[in-house]
């Protein structure tokens, strides 16, 4: 089922900084934003832009200004979520974040849920569950060898190597199965113990790598 509403959450860390983000997701984000954002070129709607661009403005409630902002807008589908994006680049303030943050939801949007963004990449088809995986480990990843692997695997290493071996395992089963079925076939690879235990043991040795990576 599609994903209709329209998200949004405060994507920088907690506490107070030069810079704060907060990200609006969804099918109404665009038009979201439009409704708080004033341009400094005053003829400007974001739901006409080209996407992937930068818009310098003012975030306002009426007609109080809340912050002065760079606004972000990436189209579906080249987003993160593959949906429609609005980042707001803020003051880094918590006081101001949660003004802008209010505003939005406010003008349609809900909370994210926790991980949100990134659920919606995964059901958007945008990044498959290792790569979520890697997503979080990244995040979390206290040295630069855990930096490293979660990288590989956000960059699709684990998915490309689980994928291949996916192939192999269908590939040899399939082979099995003609020597049961079809025993009589002359074309027929016989599937002999010697044949198959060295690819069952490569097979293993390549998953065992993985798991050592990614607890080292």
């Known amino acids: 089922m599609k994903i209709t509403d329209t998200i949004a959450a405060i994507s920088s860390a907690a506490g107070n900084s030069g810079i704060g983000i907060i990200r609006v997701s969804g099918d109404e984000a665009i038009e979201v934003v439009d409704k708080i954002f004033r341009p400094a070129n005053k003829n400007k709607k974001l739901a006409n832009v080209e996407s992937h661009t930068v818009h310098y403005g003012h975030i306002m409630d009426g007609d109080k200004t809340l912050d002065q902002v760079l606004v972000i807008v990436m189209k579906n589908p080249h987003s993160y979520t593959g949906e429609d994006t609005v980042e707001i680049d803020c003051h880094g303030g918590m006081l101001i974040l949660k003004k802008v943050l209010d505003l939005v939801l406010k003008n349609g949007a809900r909370t994210a849920e926790p991980g949100e963004f990134t659920k919606r990449a995964f059901l958007n088809g945008r990044i498959d569950l290792t790569q979520a995986e890697s997503i979080m480990d990244l995040i979390n990843s206290k040295n630069e060898s855990k930096r490293k692997v979660a990288i590989k695997g956000l960059n699709g290493y684990v998915s490309n190597i689980i994928r291949n071996l996916r192939q192999e395992i269908l590939e040899l ?13 002359e074309d027929a690879i016989v599937m002999t113990n010697d044949i198959v235990k060295p690819k069952i043991t490569e097979i293993k040795e390549k998953l065992t790598k993985i798991i050592n990576e990614s607890e080292n």
């Open 173 to 185: 089963l399939a082979s099995i199965e003609v020597n049961i079925d079809y025993p009589e076939y």
